[in-house]
């Protein structure tokens, strides 16, 4: 059989070598110079291969059809990519958060071994290579069209990724190929994105501010409902905060209802419990003790112990309480206002930036119209789909990059794990 994979990311590579393994032809077109240039860039360039949760947590951990890639997550496992890596002689740590990486802590190392497994199969890859029509005919692929010509094909695979970080080539080019073909497209939103936010002063005033160790809420102020719950890092920008936390989080806000007009009626805020190891009971003992050993000097300068110098100034306008009172002056109400702003600091959520700066789509090809077990198209014979253009997503943590290993190594013609 002759197989096309259109899409040189880590779905298509894993694709196109499964195929191969297979015994089909195969060749890898990528419109890129080189493969796996997103790939790359995450992990912020060390690679967040995929996480040590057992698979079951997988599903959990992906919001947008989850369900849908059970047996794409039983067939592939995150041990299997693991095992992949280790016999191309990549080694893998785990780090906070189950995430596993390089330990070389290089992307490149891990497109590497990508790129010499592809070698060593002598898979053919055409690089600078923009496929512009998939060829059907009576509902069986024949081919695609591409600046080449037409290349003949039984078999086409299609993972071009969505529309996050078009400068790595996920532009939605694969959607108008699928939406040529009849495939329903479900409307494209940024996911894992970082979040605007009303109070712009407050937040330019934080900017670079990274925290750690803070419990975060995405409460709908009008329900009085907490939409998101979460524990980690996250970090103040210009336009209003980021960070590991902020990005999971914004998975569920973009599929919140009515989430647009909530934001823009400011209902939607961020809740920060700075302190979150604390009661607010055991917070006021330790305010206390740092009250009584700096008594005699003004409020401003009594918190340094308790926060980072760059928060100091944000926390005392939020408090209400005179930034040169006497600490020795501080009432017991104002002490209390205090621990509340410490436990629940608010910020008024405004919108999501742009799909550009997303790490991943929500949306794409419709998982009604995919066969989980093979990710074969129910509409096109031998059209088969992998990666980010499928609609699902998962949170941060190396659960998207699972998604594009288990979804092309199914599509590949993968049916039982390698390993």
Not at 63 to 74: D, V
Not at 397 to 419: C, D, K, M
């Amino acid at each position: 059989m002759k197989v096309i994979v259109i899409g040189g990311g880590p779905a298509g590579m894993l694709a196109a070598i499964t195929a191969k393994q297979k015994g089909n032809e195969v060749i890898l077109l990528e419109k890129m110079p080189f493969l796996g240039k997103k790939l790359l860039i995450t992990g912020k360039g060390r690679c967040n291969i995929t996480s040590s949760l057992d698979m079951e947590e997988f599903i959990k951990n992906t919001p947008g059809n989850g369900m849908f890639l059970y047996s794409c997550y039983q067939k592939f496992t995150n041990e299997d990519i693991i095992k992949f890596l280790n016999k191309q002689g990549l080694k893998v740590k785990e780090e906070r958060g189950n995430r596993i990486f390089p330990v070389t802590d290089k992307s490149q190392d891990v497109l590497n071994c990508f790129i010499s497994k592809i070698k060593e199969l002598k898979i053919i890859v055409k690089n600078n290579t923009k496929v512009d029509d998939i060829i059907v005919e009576d509902n069986n692929i024949k081919g695609v069209k591409s600046k080449d010509g037409i290349i003949k094909a039984d078999k086409v695979i299609l993972a071009t990724g969505g529309k996050s970080y078009p400068l790595t080539g996920s532009t939605g080019d694969g959607y108008i190929l699928a939406k040529k073909l009849g495939h329903k497209i479900v409307e494209i939103k940024p996911s894992l994105v970082p979040l605007e936010s009303h109070d712009k002063a407050i937040c330019k005033n934080l900017q670079g501010l990274s925290l750690k160790n803070v419990e975060i809420k995405m409460i709908d102020k009008e329900k009085n409902k907490i939409i998101y719950k979460d524990f980690g890092e996250m970090i103040f920008t210009h336009f209003g905060v980021s960070g590991p936390t902020i990005l999971s989080g914004s998975a569920h806000l973009v599929r919140y209802s009515k989430i647009e007009k909530k934001m823009k009626e400011q209902n939607i805020t961020l809740s920060i419990d700075l302190k979150p190891a604390l009661s607010e009971e055991k917070l006021n003992a330790r305010i206390l003790r740092d009250f009584e050993e700096y008594k005699n000097k003004k409020f401003k300068n009594s918190l340094d112990k308790l926060l980072p110098q760059k928060m100091i100034e944000t926390i005392i306008e939020k408090s209400n309480i005179d930034a040169d009172k006497k600490v020795n002056e501080i009432t017991k109400t104002e002490r209390k206002q205090l621990v509340s702003t410490l436990k629940n600091l608010e910020i008024s959520i405004k919108g999501f930036r742009p799909i550009e700066e997303a790490i991943i789509t929500r949306g794409g090809i419709s998982t009604k119209e995919i066969d989980p077990k093979t990710m074969e198209s129910k509409l096109i014979k031998g059209l088969f789909f992998a990666g980010e253009i499928i609609d699902v997503d998962a949170y941060t943590g190396g659960f998207n990059l699972q998604i594009a290993y288990s979804t092309g190594y199914v599509a590949g013609g993968g049916e039982n794990r390698p390993f």
